[in-house]
């Protein structure tokens, strides 16, 4: 080899490995961005929803509050707490509760501090605190009901990290990843060097230390958290859980595909009404 080519060689290296550490840095640097994305609200915006709903705020020990919407159903088989994904805010995520609401279970749901009308910063710390907030006032509030969890996307990781410590009838985790570190692995395989991510969500470590009936729901074309990505958990399920797949559906879609409301009917059987 001449001297030309290798010293071209020799540039084309050191600009890869250039290039690649200021792409590394950079994804360290954004994780927050990439990972929160809050839409805040007025303290005076109304919410729009079709089925009846009550608003109303949790204050923690620091005087943060977070904003709550609490959905009513005629039946009230049981009370779920959901907690919805890492972007927008309550108004967008209340659009997949009424199908749930119809079938006789009440719902609360909650913006997390940074989201909507709640205080404070995003951060997962403040999502535990938020969980561990407002299942308190679920059990002091309806303490003749069973709670369900119900986590969305960033939110199956709040949900199975509240289950571990905390009694529920079951666990519900729609569109989940193994954690934040694998989903990273899993979309960015190209990053040959271990990134250094401060947020880990770690479903996989959560589901294994929970004694909770877990059920799972994902989609085929799910491009933000991919199969292969929830896939992982199966190894951690026990034999009474349940994974299900529902094919064609992609991340926000589900609830447009008939098998995956034949799926919700089955996770939610055991709470039918007896004659």
Known sequence: MSAVKLKSLVYI??????????????????????????????????????????????????????????????????????????????????????????????????????????????????MYEDARLIYKWAKDNNPDIEVILWGRSLGTAVASHLSIDNKAEKLILETPFYSIPELVKTKFPFLLVPVDLKYKFP???NIANNEMKTYIIQGTKDNIVPLKSAEKLKSILETDDHFFIIKGAGHKNLHKFNDYHSVLDEILKSHESTP
């Not at 509050?65 to 805010?89: D, T």
């Open 13 to 126: 290296i050191f600009s890869t490995i250039g290039f690649y550490s200021i792409f590394v840095s950079f994804f360290y640097t954004v994780q927050k961005k990439l990972i929160f994305r809050p839409e805040p609200l007025a303290q005076e915006y109304e919410f729009k929803f079709d089925i009846p709903h009550d608003e109303f705020d949790l204050c923690h020990q620091n005087g943060e509050k977070i904003n709550c919407l609490y959905f009513p159903s005629e039946e009230k088989k049981a009370l779920i707490i959901y907690f919805h994904g890492n972007s927008k805010n309550l108004q967008y995520w209340g659009k997949f509760l009424p199908d749930v609401v119809k079938r006789g279970f009440d719902i609360v749901a909650i913006d997390y501090r940074g989201y909507g009308k709640s205080d404070g910063d995003a951060s997962e710390e403040n």
């Open 203 to 205: 479903n996989n470590t």
